[in-house]
């Protein structure tokens, strides 16, 4: 364990690469001898600059882009693509979404403004346990794109693979599993993140557009700021310039740490390590159903709420910290990101078989 870190399970904003935080620690008062810090320069200067389409370059390599994408760096978070999305490419026609959850809830809500939303799923009646088999999945069959969250914070869920919505193009959520594993990102029109789970501090949101798909984007009467085509321009205003160069140094380690394919592996083999702990007997009960299980966010119960709330004081006393599942599902949810080292979900695990013998 590093000096003064806990064992960190936050669901957002949550635990960042170590090496990346102690290159932050480092050029804070000076970044590479300019006199001051990144966050103190002008965000058109040439240190800025170099940041911007570094980060641009790295996460085309790493997702497989090519020159057929557009990527967007703003502000707002993942909560103000749910208005942008249906405000760009919904106008007055009609959207199909997937329902897996409140993030998803709350995008239909904002679609639910600007046109016809059409729910081609929804888990809802069994307290958002799924994601959907593929054909589970109702098409309106006049959708402009199928919307789904990638991975439900919450509930713990996730898909293994993008759903299948035919040729529509999909728009995703992508916000707790970004970077996490390869995508096939030729399927997206766009894709979304905010960066404070996996890719970066709080305040930057990454935006993935297809460019056959912005062509498609409303262009008449639209307020500039929320317009992708205006923000798809040279910096239309000030960008998160520290949430850039943070996601800068977090693109960086991936690339050392072996990529996309290796973060995959990595996240695999630590879920397993949890899920099978869960799974040994009827103590801990995992929230979702096995095939919709996310390998970032491990959800689940004890017997009782009693034994949870000691859980989640004992465990903060252990050096374990951020295991309090959300307010609106209750229990444990142990949010393990790519940056969460095994050896944190080996303490976490430790820790669950010592509760278990004393309590169970
Ligand atoms: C899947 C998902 N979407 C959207 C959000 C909302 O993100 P923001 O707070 O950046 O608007 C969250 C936050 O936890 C999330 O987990």
Request: charged residues 25%; hydrophobic residues 35%.
């Amino acid at each position: 364990m590093k000096p003064n870190r806990a064992h960190n399970f936050s669901a957002g904003p949550a635990a960042l690469p170590y090496e990346v935080l102690q290159k932050a620690h480092k050029e804070l008062l000076d970044y590479r001898g300019a006199g001051a810090s990144i966050i103190e320069m002008s965000h058109r200067g040439p240190e800025y600059t170099e940041i911007d389409l570094s980060a641009r370059k790295r996460l085309k390599a790493l997702l497989g882009m090519d020159d057929d994408f557009e990527i967007l760096f703003l502000q707002g978070g993942a909560s103000l693509q749910f208005m942008m999305v249906p405000y760009n490419f919904m106008f007055q026609k009609t959207a199909d979404y997937i329902n897996t959850g409140v993030w998803s809830k709350k995008a239909i809500k904002e679609a639910h403004l600007f046109g016809d939303v059409h729910v081609a799923f929804s888990s809802e009646d069994t307290g958002f346990d799924r994601v959907p088999e593929d054909q589970q999945i109702k098409l309106s069959g006049k959708g402009e794109y199928a919307y789904f969250t990638s991975n439900n914070t919450i509930y713990g869920t996730q898909y293994a693979k993008e759903p299948n919505c035919g040729e529509l193009p999909l728009v995703c959520d992508a916000s707790s599993d970004f970077l996490s594993k390869p995508l096939d990102i030729k399927k997206y029109g766009v894709l979304f993140a905010g960066a404070q789970k996996n890719a970066g501090p709080a305040g930057l949101t990454v935006v993935i557009l297809r460019k056959d798909f912005l062509e498609k984007a409303r262009k008449e009467n639209v307020s500039s700021m929320l317009s992708y085509p205006v923000q798809t321009g040279t910096l239309f205003n000030t960008p998160p310039v520290f949430g850039v160069y943070i996601f800068n140094y977090v693109l960086e380690w991936i690339e050392e740490k072996g990529g996309l394919s290796a973060m995959d592996i990595y996240n695999q083999e630590k879920a397993a390590i949890l899920y099978d702990e869960i799974d040994k007997d009827d103590f801990y009960r995992g929230n979702a159903h096995k095939d919709s299980r996310s390998l970032m966010n491990v959800t689940f119960r004890l017997p009782s709420e009693e034994l949870e709330k000691k859980f989640i004081l004992e465990s903060g006393q252990s050096g374990l910290s951020g295991l309090k599942g959300h307010r609106s599902a209750g229990g444990i949810r142990a949010s393990i990101y790519n940056a969460c080292p095994k050896e944190s979900v080996e303490a976490l695990v430790s820790f669950m078989q010592a509760f278990r013998a004393k309590n169970g």
